[in-house]
């Protein structure tokens, strides 16, 4: 019988330790998953970007949805200019006296991809939308207008919600410990991400 009690009471010491255990450890390897996941999405996150300032350095908008985006910065192209400044002299008949002229020269030099140019030949424009290790999710991407001051000013917003990046992972670490990450504002006139 006392024997019996001892081997319970080693499963239970055993149970109760690994149970301990796996409170400690739990948050420390859903901390440590979480920091490689958050890396993968800002950098996606950051290619977002590029892209909407590209899209809005040729259309002077953001793109609202990856529809409209993703065609523009595959096939689109930068126009490559350049600008001269020079003085020349003429002569003023109303003061009848030579002066100077400052004149600006705006020349076209050539095009260049959008794609080339900011990502590199072999980059998949298809991945720009999805959330990395999210099983297929899409970015909420949104862009719009909204006033500052006086001013009307574009705006655009890519959203990677924390449910979708930390997807299998414990769920309430993710409800109490993790944000949903996002680059641009919908609200305000920035372009930084919320991880700056």
Not at 18 to 43: G, Q
Not at 47 to 66: D, G, L, S
Not at 144 to 156: C, E
Not at 162 to 174: Q, R
Request: no cysteine; net charge positive.
């Amino acid at each position: 019988m006392e024997k019996k009690i001892r081997i319970g009471l080693w499963i239970l010491v055993i149970g109760l330790s690994y149970s301990l255990y796996s409170a400690i450890m739990n948050p420390i390897r859903f901390n440590k998953e979480k920091k490689l996941r958050s890396a993968d999405v800002i950098e996606r996150l950051k290619e977002v970007r590029k892209a909407q300032i590209a899209f809005k350095e040729v259309n002077r908008f953001y793109a609202r949805n990856f529809n409209e985006l993703i065609p523009l910065i595959d096939t689109g192209e930068f126009t490559i200019v350049q600008r001269r400044d020079e003085e020349f002299k003429y002569y003023n008949e109303v003061y009848r006296e030579h002066q100077l002229k400052d004149t600006t020269y705006i020349d076209t030099l050539g095009f260049a991809s959008i794609k080339d140019s900011i990502f590199g030949a072999g980059f998949n424009l298809e991945e720009l939308r999805f959330i990395p290790h999210a099983e297929g999710a899409e970015l909420e991407l949104r862009a719009g207008r909204i006033n500052s001051g006086k001013l009307k000013v574009h705006v655009f917003e890519a959203r990677a919600p924390k449910e979708k990046y930390l997807m299998g992972l414990d769920d309430d670490l993710i409800k109490n410990t993790a944000k949903d990450l996002v680059v641009g504002s919908m609200n305000s006139v920035k372009i930084n991400g919320n991880w700056e």
